[in-house]
Each structure stands twice: as C-alpha cells, then as structure tokens.
C-alpha cells in the first residue's frame, strides 16, 4: 500500500476526534446527553467539466457520523469512502473520499427523535478531498459544494435522508450533481 493513503486516514481519524471533541466540550449542563447520527448513504454523482463523468455506487457509498451541538439546530458530520482492490501481478488501488459537513436543520434536531417523529428539512454545506494511490502515483481533487434533504423517520431513532446536493472539484474544474439516499440511526 502506497504511503499517501496512510496520510488520508490519519488525516480522517484526526477530524473525527476533533469534531467529537468539539461537540463534546460545548454541551451545557442543562443540554442532557448529545445525540450521534450514524448513517449510510447510496450515492449517485453526475460531473460536468473537463472531463465528463458518472459515479453510482450501492448499496453504500460512504459512512458519516453526525454530532448534534447542544441546544442548537447545527449538527456537524464527518463521512468517508475508503477503498482497496488489489489484483494479482498489478499494484493495489486505494480510492477515498473524505469529507466533513455541517448540517443546519430547519426544525429542531429533537423532531426527529421524539415519541412521535417528525420529518426535518435540513442544509448541509460540505467540503472534502477524494482520489485514487497506486504505485506510488496519487491524484487527489479539493471539492465544496452545498446539499438540500429531508430526514424522514421511519420509526423512533432511525430516519431515512434524501439529499440532492451541488458541488466543485478544483482539480479538473467539474461542476457536479449529486443525490444521496441513505439511513440513519439517532442515540441519546
């Protein structure tokens, strides 16, 4: 396995515990226990550039975990896509996409956790970086953009999300559309 990878996951590790900490040092008193969001996502990613392309991937396209601030309708979510194939007689291919959002939920985050749940429309701008190493050659891209969902519950502390988002990857200059559809799982 090519060194560069091992940089992206300490870099992945490195944002997880911060965010957590983050999320963790601001909670008052009065706020209670934090809710996590865990979910899975399929994704389907549509680039228009330089250098057209189409990415679907099922069931799951990535993992993500959202950490809800304290009495506040933000929560902030860290997701990943990691990846290695390695065939006889060829060098191995590691693929990653890391990526951090902040979710704004247009409803208290509590709606979607309570007795009877509600479906909440949310906003999440996100940034991240993705690309492929193999035999020591890594081609990686800075990408933003901004995503509009919907968390609806399917029953107490799990929801389906529906999310279409927009973005930029600065390397090939592609414009992208992207949906997402996954499941997620609340704790308190």
Same mark, same amino acid.
């Given at each position: ?19 957590? %900490?983050?999320? %963790?040092? *601001?909670?008052?008193? %009065? ?7 865990? @979910?899975?996502?399929? @994704?389907?990613?549509?680039?228009? @550039?330089?250098?057209?392309?189409? *990415? ?17 309708? +933000?929560?902030?979510? &860290?997701?990943?896509?990691? %990846? +290695? ?31 009877? &749940? ?11 970086? *993705? ?24 029953? *107490?502390?799990?929801? +389906? ?28």
């Amino acid at each position: 396995m090519p060194r560069r990878p091992f940089v992206v996951i300490a870099t992945l590790v490195g944002l997880i515990a911060a965010t957590g %900490s983050i999320a %963790s040092a *601001q909670r008052s008193p %009065s706020s209670g226990p934090n809710t996590l969001e865990f @979910g899975i996502d399929a @994704g389907a990613t549509f680039g228009f @550039g330089d250098q057209s392309s189409v *990415q679907i991937t099922l069931p799951a396209s990535r993992f993500r975990v959202g950490f809800f601030l304290p009495n506040s309708r +933000w929560s902030i979510e &860290p997701a990943t896509f990691l %990846s +290695w194939t390695k065939v006889e007689g060829a060098d191995g291919v590691f693929v990653y996409d890391l990526e951090v959002g902040a979710l704004y939920h247009l409803a208290p985050p509590s709606d979607i956790t309570a007795p009877t &749940p509600v479906s909440v429309v949310y906003v999440r701008p996100f940034i991240g970086v *993705q690309g492929a190493s193999s035999g020591g050659k890594d081609d990686s891209e800075f990408f933003m953009g901004a995503g509009l969902g919907v968390e609806l519950p399917a029953r *107490q502390n799990i929801a +389906w999300r529906l999310e279409a988002n927009t973005g930029y990857g600065f390397d090939n200059k592609a414009f992208r559309l992207g949906l997402l559809a996954g499941l997620s799982f609340f704790t308190k």
